[in-house]
């Protein structure tokens, strides 16, 4: 019997690839912020994702999937995309207790 190798299928890869991103500028953002600013934080996220989906466009290829929600809820992974529900759970560093710092 002759293993597969493991392969992605091109929208797993951009998902994927999102999902880090979104998860790596979440999680390093070391500035202080008040709830107006995680707002600010949440609009750059959302901003970044549609930057990235647009680029993926403009090569002439299209998602199936809708962009995810983000959801700034601190889950205990850092990150956390649902694919039952489209949303990716990300941290809020200001917000993370400092045990999880």
Do not use: C
């Not at 392969?7 to 797993?12: A, H, L, Q, R």
């Not at 979440?26 to 680029?55: G, Y």
């Not at 850092?78 to 759970?89: K, M, P, Q, S």
Request: glycine share 2%; aromatic share 8%; hydrophobic share 35%.
């Amino acid at each position: 019997m002759v293993k597969k190798p493991f392969t992605m299928n091109y929208v797993d890869r951009i998902k994927s690839s999102l999902i880090w991103l979104l998860v790596v500028i979440a999680t390093t953002n070391l500035n202080a912020q008040t709830n107006t600013d995680s707002v600010t934080e949440k609009n750059k996220l959302k901003t970044l994702r549609d930057d990235f989906i647009n680029r993926i466009e403009a090569l002439g290829y299209h998602p199936r999937l809708n962009p995810p929600e983000i959801i700034m809820d601190n889950p205990p992974s850092f990150g956390n995309y649902d694919d039952a529900t489209n949303i990716l759970h990300t941290s809020n560093w200001n917000t993370l207790p400092d045990s999880d710092k």
